[in-house]
């Protein structure tokens, strides 16, 4: 399965794609169960496209360390926050506290992301 592990392109590709859809949900006047439903089935590739990742490179890289797995996490929680502001906004109940959370994980993701292991190392 070298084709999702040998390079972080996949992986990059599936929450680009998941980031757009969110946003396109998000900022729609009405909720689009559609776009919601694609959006799901992104979140399911970005976790098998991270977690090959995850598999494969995890413990092999020096200066990694725990940033490995704090990607993970924090990765988990960008799709967390992102679901809880669809359905909240859904259910017409507050969504600014997320939004903050939601920008505060997503930073800290794509940093953990670009700062450690394969991939771009900045
Ligand atoms: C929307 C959520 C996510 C975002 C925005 C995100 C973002 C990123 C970014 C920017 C990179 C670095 C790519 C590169 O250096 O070329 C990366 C790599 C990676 N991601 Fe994610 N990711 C997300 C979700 C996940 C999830 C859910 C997992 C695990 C199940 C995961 C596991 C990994 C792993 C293991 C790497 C390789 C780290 C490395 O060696 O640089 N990611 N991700």
Same mark, same amino acid.
């Given at each position: 399965?070298?084709?999702? #592990?040998?390079? #972080?392109?996949?992986?990059?590709? #599936? *929450?680009?794609?998941? +980031?757009?859809?969110?946003?396109?949900?998000?900022?729609?006047?009405?909720?689009?169960? &559609?776009?919601?439903?694609?959006?799901?089935?992104?979140?399911?590739?970005?976790?098998?496209?991270?977690?090959?990742?995850?598999?494969? *490179? =995890?413990?092999?890289?020096?200066?990694?360390? /725990?940033?490995?797995?704090?990607? &993970?996490? %924090?990765?988990?929680?960008?799709?967390? %926050?992102?679901?809880?502001?669809?359905? =909240?906004?859904?259910?017409?109940?507050?969504?600014? /506290? %997320? *939004?903050? +959370?939601?920008?505060? &994980?997503?930073?800290?993701?794509?940093?953990?992301?670009?700062?450690?292991?394969?991939?771009?190392?900045?």
């Amino acid at each position: 399965m070298s084709f999702l #592990t040998s390079t #972080t392109h996949l992986h990059i590709t #599936t *929450w680009v794609l998941a +980031l757009v859809l969110f946003f396109v949900a998000a900022l729609a006047s009405k909720p689009n169960k &559609v776009v919601h439903m694609i959006l799901r089935v992104m979140y399911i590739l970005i976790i098998i496209s991270g977690g090959a990742l995850f598999m494969e *490179w =995890r413990g092999k890289l020096d200066d990694a360390g /725990m940033n490995y797995d704090m990607k &993970v996490l %924090f990765g988990i929680l960008v799709i967390g %926050f992102m679901e809880m502001i669809l359905v =909240r906004k859904k259910k017409n109940k507050p969504t600014t /506290m %997320f *939004w903050v +959370l939601f920008a505060i &994980v997503l930073l800290v993701t794509l940093y953990l992301g670009l700062s450690t292991g394969i991939g771009s190392n900045f």
